[in-house]
């Protein structure tokens, strides 16, 4: 069954440096998300992505945080200066047809920032 | 605004017992409710979805849910839990409020449900 592949699991970083996670969404899908979820806190919504360039983004998706599809397959993450706040599991997602709400999520990525 | 609220973080029952995970959601349009899945080390998954057709919803592995307008609320239910069912489920809402797209979900805190032999 196809499946929304993200890398890297874990990654620990330091403060105020960068980090790109990755996404492989499904392939016939056309629109993508990343989510993330704070240790105890619900999973909330971050940006939307569809035809090359956002469709949708939160209040938490400041200046720091961009995304891009830089190839036919991948979908990134950048965080340019991470903040101990950044510390979180990130999903990435992705949906076939639009305003479905039917998204294929990934097993995420957990940041840790020290 | 929308937003959801799950009652219970926890949630044990015994196999073979019904299962009874509650939601209430709180939207300003008409919304599209849904269940998610994420057993350990995996994503979420869809379980099943609500928008505006059937008010009562059928979903995989024999779970359902029901929309309650007058109530707000979309509780998920299993007639007799398995012993595969022990995982952390999502209610989650989205709705076209000011253009946003119903891929935009808010998601409540999540349930842990386990099940006892």
């Known amino acids: 069954e196809p499946e929304v592949t993200q890398t890297p699991s874990h990654q620990v970083t330091q403060m105020g440096q960068e980090v790109i996670l990755r996404c492989v969404p499904i392939?016939?899908?056309?629109?993508f998300y990343w989510y993330r979820q704070i240790l105890g806190q619900k999973v909330e919504f971050l940006v939307s992505f569809y035809n090359n360039e956002i469709s949708e983004k939160s209040e938490i998706f400041d200046d720091q945080f961009s995304v891009e599809r830089p190839d036919g397959s991948n979908f990134t993450l950048k965080i340019r200066s991470t903040k101990l706040e950044d510390s979180a599991m990130y999903f990435c997602a992705s949906e076939r047809y639009p305003d479905t709400g039917e998204l294929f999520f990934g097993e995420g990525s957990r940041l840790t920032v020290l | 605004a929308q937003s959801v609220t799950q009652l219970g973080s926890h949630v044990s029952v015994s196999e073979g017992a019904l299962v009874l995970l509650r939601c209430n959601y709180s939207s300003s349009v008409p919304p599209y409710l849904f269940w998610y899945v994420q057993y350990p080390n995996q994503g979420l998954q869809l379980l099943l979805k609500y928008t505006s057709a059937a008010t009562l919803v059928k979903g995989i592995n024999g779970f359902e849910a029901e929309f309650k307008k007058s109530e707000t609320s979309f509780h998920l239910t299993k007639p007799s839990a398995h012993m595969r069912d022990a995982a952390e489920y999502f209610c989650?809402?989205?709705?076209?409020?000011?253009?946003?797209?119903?891929?935009?979900?808010?998601f409540g805190q999540g349930t842990i449900l386990t099940v006892h032999p």
């Open positions: 392939s016939n899908h056309l629109y």
């Open positions: 989650a809402v989205s709705g076209n409020a000011g253009g946003t797209s119903y891929g935009k979900l808010t």
